[in-house]
């Protein structure tokens, strides 16, 4: 990403660079070239004052002009690829490393060759600079060297070895870089992350946690984390000065390849998922959400009416109210100060209700973002639920319920019903006669009366509860957890009913209006839905993300993703046409893939048994890395021919794997 936060480049193993326009996610240009042979443009930088974009493709180090993409510089030196680059604070040197066990440093201005220095045992993994003029880099075989630089005349420079040691146990260099106090070098080894002193040498830290290989580090703008990926898929966020761990982000569900910062902001980038994420590492809460798949904070809600969509963005904390038939903003709401939680719509569809990690509750007026009521609870608020009516809502924190009048817009009751330290409430239903029915982290289902002594227990799940809905009738109790199976209860008499077995995470649920259907989101990224006569599977769509929420009205579903996107499908006997809004991302959250929406498939409406179904499921997930490539028509059997030509074309799309951003 450009200093200045405004593109984005990415490389690709087409043979190609992009710019892309951060706020709007509008890509601006394509850099393509023809080389001899396959090169990925998986090293790349660009310059601080955002001018120049350079790119390594095998031995060759390209310079291009980031606003027109022309090529100022075409770099020849290097025997073998070229493995690393960086570019100085002032931009006037370009240092690379290469695989034939070298260093060179460049003119950025003129192209050319300043020094060529040899003193490695390996191939150079990674090569980085200080801002106070330091070369640091790190071979295969452990070596690390630091070089000292001093300009001799304006186009000359004399670099100097400083430097020379060994990792311990002469482990891999996989990746390096330094402070941005130019006092610390941080090094990246098999499963180790190691923390040097630029001046001495000295071993300060050595970080251990991960169970893969780790490929990329960076140290924050603040110098207060250093943040590692791994192939454990598993970003690790540590406090530099004390090398303690302090968060792990575990929403990669595949390898980190390489990730850049921007601010406190890291963005990384998957090998294998073709994705890219967007990570916020705050000073009081550590945060992630994506920058195409909110695989973790997805706060969405869609009014009944499928007019707005409501989306929390992270960074600055607001709800953006996103009007569906213009698919633009219209609206933001900035009370909230801090992470957001959860969000309801009433069924007024005018009316929303949100809560925050900070314990404050609004109600608010989604045309205008007015404040009707505020409260300020003394704990995190986990979820929200809201009657029938609109005339109470149930507050969930840590520990406690409130239920809140909305005519009075007081608390009239609350329930303190936990009765071990380690349980905490996650998700809450309201009742049309005011009974609590509330999910916990440990699978347990509570069903609050009036009193606070008479308390019902469902015991089913094992794992925490992330889904409750009920029967238009209230009669029948659906519970959605990280098991693989959803319990369906009787729970006025505390009776189960049956067992949906499913082989994936339940992330959200909702009932049909005449309570024949219950329809299921789950990680696998697929909606499903289920005849309540026996539980058996009827139908299912593939919609690329999870569901985090929905409701059901006129036979349709209301839902939104995990990465920020609405989506409505109808129910039918029939083949049906697919809506979906993408509404997009506020700039500072960065942008969506405007792609998506033209890859969704018609609704498949065949009634299957479930050894059926799960072969479908198999083969759809099997093929999801596939997604990007061309398939010919000849090659698809009728059934699969008439679902092609029934999809909307298809925007042209990337079909190779990303390979490094910036």
């Not at 649920?509 to 309540?532: C, N, P």
């Amino acid at each position: 990403m450009s200093s200045d936060s405004a593109y984005l480049v990415s490389g690709s193993a087409d043979d190609s660079l992009r710019v892309w326009d951060v706020d709007s996610g509008e890509e601006l240009r394509v850099i393509k070239e023809d080389h001899s042979s396959y090169s990925n443009h998986s090293v790349l930088c660009i310059s601080h004052d955002c001018s120049k974009i350079i790119s390594a493709s095998n031995a060759i180090i390209n310079v291009y002009e980031l606003s027109s993409g022309v090529e100022i510089h075409h770099l020849t030196g290097h025997s073998s690829p070229v493995s690393s680059i960086f570019i100085s604070k002032d931009d006037t040197i370009l240092v690379s490393g290469s695989d034939d066990k070298s260093v060179k440093v460049w003119s950025v201005a003129t192209g050319n060759l300043l020094a060529d220095k040899k003193e490695f045992d390996g191939e150079v993994s990674k090569v980085v600079m200080t801002n106070d003029g330091h070369i640091l880099a790190g071979d295969k075989v452990g070596g690390l060297r630091i070089f000292s630089t001093s300009k001799i005349e304006e186009s000359e420079i004399e670099v100097s070895i400083k430097h020379v040691m060994q990792t311990p146990d002469n482990a891999r260099v996989y990746s390096l870089c330094a402070s941005n106090d130019s006092r610390w070098m941080v090094v990246a080894t098999d499963m180790n992350v190691l923390v040097y002193s630029v001046a001495d040498c000295s071993l300060q830290h050595t970080l251990t946690g991960h169970e893969g290989i780790i490929d990329c580090v960076a140290v924050t703008y603040s110098d207060k984390y250093i943040v590692s990926g791994a192939r454990d898929s598993i970003m690790n966020v540590w406090d530099l000065a004390t090398g303690q761990l302090v968060e792990s982000l575990e929403g990669q569900q595949v390898e980190v390849s390489n990730f850049a910062l921007t601010g406190d902001i890291v963005i990384s980038t998957s090998i294998v998922s073709q994705y890219i994420k967007l990570w916020s590492t705050e000073e009081k809460y550590i945060s992630h959400f994506n920058l195409f798949f909110r695989d973790q904070s997805g706060v969405i809600a869609v009014t009944r009416d499928k007019k707005f969509v409501l989306h929390y963005s992270a960074n600055p904390p607001e709800i953006v109210v996103w009007c569906c038939e213009a698919r633009k903003p219209v609206q933001s709401q900035y009370k909230h100060t801090c992470n957001v939680n959860t969000i309801i719509t009433c069924s007024n569809n005018i009316t929303a209700l949100s809560g925050d990690v900070e314990g404050v509750f609004l109600i608010w007026n989604i045309n205008t973002t007015d404040a009707i009521s505020r409260h300020e609870f003394e704990d995190c608020i986990r979820h929200i639920a809201i009657r029938k009516d609109d005339k109470f809502a149930a507050v969930a924190l840590k520990n406690k319920i409130s239920l809140w009048d909305m005519e009075t817009h007081s608390v009239v009751k609350t329930w303190t019903p936990l009765q071990n330290e380690n349980e905490t409430i996650e998700r809450v239903l309201l009742t049309s006669d005011n009974q609590v029915i509330c999910g916990l982290n440990t699978g347990v289902v509570l069903v609050l009366g009036d009193d606070e002594t008479n308390i019902k227990t469902l015991s089913q799940c094992k794992s925490s509860v992330t889904s409750l809905v009920l029967s238009p009738s209230e009669d029948v109790l659906a519970v959605g957890s990280l098991d693989t199976c959803v319990p369906v209860w009787d729970w006025r008499a505390e009776t189960l009913i049956q067992i949906i077995d499913d082989t994936f995470k339940m992330v959200s649920m909702a009932f049909t209006e005449d309570g024949h259907y219950l329809v299921t989101g789950s990680s696998d990224k697929l909606i499903r839905v289920w005849q309540m006569s026996d539980g058996s599977f009827y139908m299912s769509h593939y919609i690329y993300s999870d569901l985090v929420t929905m409701v059901i009205q006129d036979n349709e579903i209301i839902g939104g993703t995990r990465y920020g996107q609405p989506i409505v499908l109808a129910i039918h006997e029939k083949p049906t046409e697919v809506l979906e809004v993408t509404p997009g991302f506020s700039s500072a959250d960065g942008f969506v893939d405007s792609q998506r929406s033209d890859d969704l498939a018609p609704i498949d409406t065949t009634p299957s048994n479930k050894s059926e179904e799960e072969a479908k499921t198999n083969a759809i997930i099997e093929k999801e890395t596939e997604l990007d490539k061309n398939t010919s028509k000849e090659s698809l059997t009728e059934t699969e021919a008439q679902e092609e030509v029934s999809k909307p074309p298809k925007k042209k799309k990337r079909n190779s794997q990303v390979c490094c951003v910036l």
